[in-house]
């Protein structure tokens, strides 16, 4: 069917795909916060204590804290797309897609266990989430990757200038959030069923998918953040502020997104009589046509049918000649 060998090195055509988000996906971190008392650098700060009595001395609050990440975000993707075409195989090796930076909706909620604190004195309640406004906050480094090699199945389209193929395509959406100067990644896979076409010479590949995504998953790799300042107002007596340092790691991410994805990707267009798909015309493109002189098995069958008669002959030898470097 198809004999195009070597991987095209593909650009995505930005006008004509883009990855559309509307949702929000949830970071779910555990750690613990402390006090900022430190005996030399700060003998003036808060110290925290577990439970209703306390204790002695400053000692981490066992904590969770909860992000959830509002998207609403259409956003024109830039970038490359790998994929190589053998027999009636397309393999997809690579895609980036980077994203322009984006305003996204950040909500948190604290919980804790009780405990008490000291300087100022106040009893904390745990077991209560505790709603942190944050507000918008800029996402940045965005992009969409194909998270694991895949391959597909293609079959010739009518006229048989390109092939047609669907199924399941693995991405990784990624992108940093600055968190009161700590810069946090963030990461999260989703699926997604894909419907596409590609040109039988690897000119043009595209393909779209519309879907809701709900899935939830440990992180890809270890993100966490250490003693990022954190101020509580006082609940009991009120009216005062307990300076506290909080550290944090993420355990799950969960996502409900809808999501609208198109890419359209370019690859250079060889010269003429380019049977092999090696950019220039010459002696092993000659070998490809005389291997495959006469009645192509099917539309698009002969990379050497160049003038997409359904056999190769002396009008496609003639191409190889003309275009020969």
Partial sequence: MILLLLAVDATIVSEFSSVDLAGSVALDFEGALIGNYDEEANPEG?????GLFGGSGNQPINTSLSFAIGFDDQSLPEGQVVFSLSGETLGLSSIEATLPSASVNLGLELLFETFRSIAPDSL???G???PLDIGSVELTNRAVRLATPVDFMVL????GQISVFTGTLPLLYEGVIDLQGTPTPISFPFTLEVDGQVAVDGSELSMS???TVNESFP???PVGFSDIPLPLPTI??????ANCLLSQDLIQV???LDVGFVLVASGPVGPAGDADGDGDVDFEDLVRVLAEWGQCAAPGACSADFDNSGDVGFEDLLVVLTGWQ
Avoid: D, N, Q, V
């Fill in 236 to 241: 009991l007596p009120p009216g005062e502020t």
């Fill in 156 to 159: 010739p389209a009518p006229g």
């Fill in 124 to 126: 904390f309640f745990g």
């Fill in 209 to 211: 998918a519309s879907t």
């Fill in 46 to 50: 808060t110290l925290t204590r577990p």
């Fill in 128 to 130: 209560i989430p505790l």
């Fill in 254 to 256: 969960g996502s409900m």
């Fill in 219 to 221: 992180p890809e790799t």
